[in-house]
């Protein structure tokens, strides 16, 4: 560094303008106190439009310069709390107004889970308020500066420090000025000047740029107009999604097998869903090797054949062996079945005097010609015992007259404990003390005497 | 350029009672800008060969990379050894690693600063761009991660013509909010901090090239009085608000965990832990880099032995934190009397991962150890070794936690073991790459030291005025 004190007069050189008009005075000192001190007397000296630069913040200069505290913080906070309330919103928004949705039972809109987001949202919006706000107080970005003109200020960065006062304060003289920062000793004393007014960006520029601007919008413009086209041709797929899936449909061709069908047969000994239906006996009470001539329709109640006449269900190729294996065991879960499902209708032994039936029948007695209850047919009678098992099953399973169908209710095997059951209640109902073993039928008398 | 003469004898380790300087040699303001402008400012064919011999290794490397991630967009995330129980497998642990070591920068420009730690700054500038780039690696993997690489831009709440909205009570989104919020203010902390160089770049420039492109990125910068009242308020807020942010995003990396409900996963220690560990690691990743660049750039005078004493010791202490926490988490296994928990716990220790467990152990309990030793701070040589192992010592915690937690959960019948593919390994090489070139093109680039901050922080030359 120089020790020489220079001061120059250096107005031909440093400006570009011919009638260049002197925009102030820029002085350098050596070392950040010399600056400092030099900042102080400025101020004192009355100066109001002076700056000090120097390539690293100097300690202690905002007060020696009297800059006030910058409004920057307000700024901030304002910034985060428009990140928080715009976290809150979106989050509020999205999840519990716009399109609700139940994750793991959590409430659509929970502050704790919001938490996170919100917090981040305030940092960021407060990062950019920082930033842009120190930016705009800054008023850069200012890519042309006349300090820049002066070759000496290019040291400002690196190890310069320098002080300019601007040739609009009101104090400024250009010689007393002049004079005045010579007595602050500085390494030299350099003006300033405006600059050159002749200098302007060419004319060519503004159309330039609107062309760039229109030809730029030119795309978005064709995309928006697209998406609102509709369109006979598919669309393009750029990406497939899954619309193309490297799978063997059925009935294709499929060179992986040696077949070559891209269907496989089943497999011997194996059984497919549903082919245990296929036991008509079980599932139906239908003989099995009959039962593909049966029009299932036929089966439902009051079904009528397509001439008109009614369907005579005796003549079905009903099944008379009950198809599970019978034991105790069946009959009492029958009895308990037919206790829970039937009697209320038919009675618990079967008379046909359940306790809805006594109810409706009673209700008729009060009100004659209103209801439609018809007296279930007792189940020991003679029309209903010669039925075979299978017809006694399908009766169950589908409904007949105005009994409506438990098959939905009651699972297959239970049904055939009822019906076992039914056999049961049907030799009780019909036969005679005979029936009765020889030492149970005292018992039987004495029972109904008392 | 003034030859630098530095004492032969070492003056710059911490002796108590009385601090070493922060800038050794004599140097002077227009010698420290000398220094760090230099490899930004040499004509390449001057550029030390050690610099273009590590371009070109990392430059293949990262090609590497834009390889692998190339076979994973057209095959699919098949390409990984993601497999059933392990769907969190390598990607992820890369993921939280490199989180993980982003968290140095940040915590040295905002933290340090906030506690008037004036040696942050020979270090700040080269942690936070280190910080950037770790944080763009760890993106990067989340991001490749999601399968449908195509429709990326669900992740965020944009509109669209499904008319559905990302879950916001999921931590994974909040994780995208973390790291984006992250990687966007470190960026803005990292850059608003670069001005001022940016400036002294610009008007040292001598090629029109460089003083129109420096021109533009500092802004017009002029170092007035006025101007840095209000940059010296910006900074401390923008410090202010990234002490707790930072602090923030390794603990919701770590929700990612702690919310779900695996034993092992479940725990409430996980977001101190994981902090604990993210400032370990960011701070071996920073003292890995600046040691080899603290020569290559010729900074030995303003990066001194001082500033990596000062980081050995943040090392030793983060590290006894994250020993601690392993030894906690293994306490609360047995102290909550949950029988799943103490099992993920023995077979972290003992079962078939035994070998990372152990790994993860001695690099980052034992090894930081060291440094209660004078010589091993204050040996640049031995610190890196150190350093090195303890980034391998995370890389391991981060498998640790992620893989032996799923590879054994609550139904033993899906047990499965889980096996990198070629794929995985090359991706983390890749990742390195990615992360050294763009540290090199910044030394190369940008200034690699907070001039304004170090002068700032230097002795007041004499006038040599009176």
New interface residues.
């Given amino acids: 560094m120089s020790t020489a004190v220079e001061q120059t007069d250096s107005q031909a050189d440093d400006c570009t303008g011919k009638q260049a008009a002197l925009a102030g005075y820029v002085a350098e000192f050596p070392n950040p106190s010399a600056l400092k001190q030099a900042a102080g007397q400025t101020r004192e000296a009355g100066f109001k439009e002076f700056d000090c630069y120097a390539p690293f913040p100097v300690h202690g200069i905002d007060d020696v310069m009297g800059i006030k505290m910058t409004r920057l913080p307000y700024i901030v906070l304002a910034c985060a709390f428009t990140g928080a309330i715009t976290a809150v919103a979106l989050q509020y928004f999205t999840n519990a107004f716009d399109y609700k949705y139940i994750i793991s039972g959590k409430p659509f809109f929970s502050i704790p889970a919001d938490v996170p987001i919100t917090f981040e949202l305030a940092v960021l919006f407060s990062a950019f308020g920082s930033l842009l706000g120190m930016l705009a107080l800054n008023k850069l970005p200012k890519f042309y500066n006349r300090l820049f003109m002066i070759d000496p200020f290019l040291k400002a960065t690196t190890n310069g420090f320098f002080l300019a006062i601007e040739a609009k304060d009101p104090k400024f003289h250009e010689n007393d000025t002049r004079e005045f920062l010579n007595s602050l000793k500085p390494i030299e004393v350099v003006a300033c000047m405006e600059p050159n007014e002749n200098v302007k960006i060419p004319k060519i520029f503004l159309p330039i740029a609107a062309c760039i601007l229109i030809f730029g919008l030119v795309p978005l413009v064709v995309i928006a107009r697209m998406r609102v086209t509709p369109q006979t041709t598919p669309r393009i797929e750029i990406v497939h999604d899954m619309d193309f899936q490297p799978k063997l449909k059925t009935q294709r061709f499929s060179n992986m097998f040696a077949d070559g069908r891209g269907m496989r047969p089943r497999i011997p000994g194996t059984l497919a869903r549903g082919d245990l239906r296929h036991d008509t006996a079980f599932y139906e009470g239908l003989i099995p090797e009959q039962a593909d001539k049966v029009n299932r329709e036929h089966l439902l109640p009051n079904a009528k054949k397509e001439d008109g006449t009614s369907v005579s269900l005796d003549k079905m190729p009903w099944v008379s062996q009950i198809p599970v294996p019978v034991d105790e065991k069946l009959m009492a879960r029958g009895q308990e079945r037919f206790n829970i499902y039937c009697s209320v209708c038919h009675g618990l032994s079967g008379k046909g005097d359940g306790i809805i039936t006594q109810r409706a029948m009673k209700l008729q007695a009060a009100n004659p010609g209103v209801g439609t209850w018809l007296l279930p047919t007792p189940l020991y009678s003679e029309p209903v015992r010669k039925q075979k098992v299978g017809q006694l099953f399908n009766t169950i399973t589908h409904g007949v007259r105005k009994m409506p169908g438990y098959g939905s209710q009651i699972p297959v095997k239970d049904r055939w404990a009822i019906v076992l059951y039914l056999r049961a209640l049907q030799e009780s109902g019909s036969g005679s003390i005979e029936d009765v073993p020889a030492e149970i039928r005292e018992k039987l008398n004495a029972e109904a005497k008392e | 350029m003034a030859s630098i003469t530095t004492t032969p004898f070492d003056i710059t380790a911490e002796t108590p009672g009385k601090r070493a300087p922060l800038v050794t040699g004599n140097n ?3 010698t420290v ?1 000398d220094q760090v402008c230099r490899l930004a400012e040499v004509p390449a064919r001057t550029i030390p060969k050690s610099y273009w011999v590590a371009l070109t290794f990392c430059l293949i490397l990262l090609a590497n990379l834009g390889i692998c991630i190339g076979i994973l967009f057209t095959q699919g995330v098949g390409v990984w050894g993601n497999m059933s129980p392990v769907f969190w497998g390598w990607p992820i642990v890369n993921f939280v690693f490199w989180v993980g070591i982003g968290h140095a920068g940040t915590l040295i420009s905002a933290i340090l600063y906030l506690f008037r730690q004036n040696w942050r700054t020979g270090i700040n500038r080269a942690a936070e761009a280190m910080t950037i780039f770790a944080v763009i690696c760890a993106g990067m993997f989340p991001g490749i991660h999601i399968g ?1 690489i ?1 429709v990326f831009f669900w992740l965020f ?1 944009l509109p669209n013509s499904m ?9 994974l ?2 994780d995208v ?2 790291v ?2 992250y990687a ?2 470190s960026i ?2 990292w ?2 901090g670069m001005i ?1 160089d940016l ?2 770049f ?3 420039a001598v090629t029109p090239v460089r003083q129109f492109i420096y ?2 990125v500092s ?16 900074y401390l ?2 410090a202010a ?2 002490a ?2 930072v602090l ?1 995003v390794h603990t ?1 990396v770590s ?1 990612d965990f702690a919310v779900a409900q695996l034993p092992g996963w479940h725990t409430t220690i996980f977001p101190p832990y994981f902090v604990a560990g993210a400032v370990f690691s960011g701070f071996a990743m920073v003292a890995t880099l600046l040691i080899p660049a603290r020569v290559l750039c010729g900074l030995q005078d303003i990066i001194t032995v001082r500033h990596l004493e000062s980081m050995c010791k943040i090392m030793l202490a983060t590290g006894m934190m994250v020993g601690y926490a392993y030894a906690m988490e293994f306490f609360i296994a047995w102290y909550g009397g949950n029988p799943y928990e103490q099992f993920t716990f023995i077979n972290r220790a003992f079962g078939p991962y035994w070998w990372a467990y152990w790994t993860m152990v001695s690099c980052n309990v034992i090894s930081p150890q060291f440094f209660w030793i004078k010589w091993c701070r204050t040996t640049p040589w031995f610190m890196a070794i150190i350093c090195i192992f303890i980034n391998i010592g995370m890389w391991f915690e981060r498998f640790v936690i992620t893989v032996t937690s799923l590879s054994r959960d609550s139904l033993p019948s899906s047990w499965g073991y889980f096996k990198p593919t070629v794929i995985d390994w090359l991706m983390l090489i890749g990742s390195f790459g990615l992360f050294f070139t763009l540290f090199l093109l910044f030394c190369r680039f940008l200034p690699v030291v907070a ?3 170090v ?2 922080v230097m002795p ?6 009176e």
Avoid: N
């Fill in positions: 002077d303001y227009q800008t449908r195509w709440p008319l559905l909205w990302p879950q916001f009570r999921s931590p989104l909040w909010f973390a984006g919020t966007t203010v803005l902390f850059y608003m001022p400036a002294t610009r008007d040292r021109g533009i802004l017009g910068w002029t170092g007035s009085a006025r101007c840095w009242h209000r940059y010296e308020r910006a807020l923008l608000m990234s707790p942010l923030s919701i929700f001039m304004a901050e002068k700032s007041e030359p004499v006038s040599e005025h």
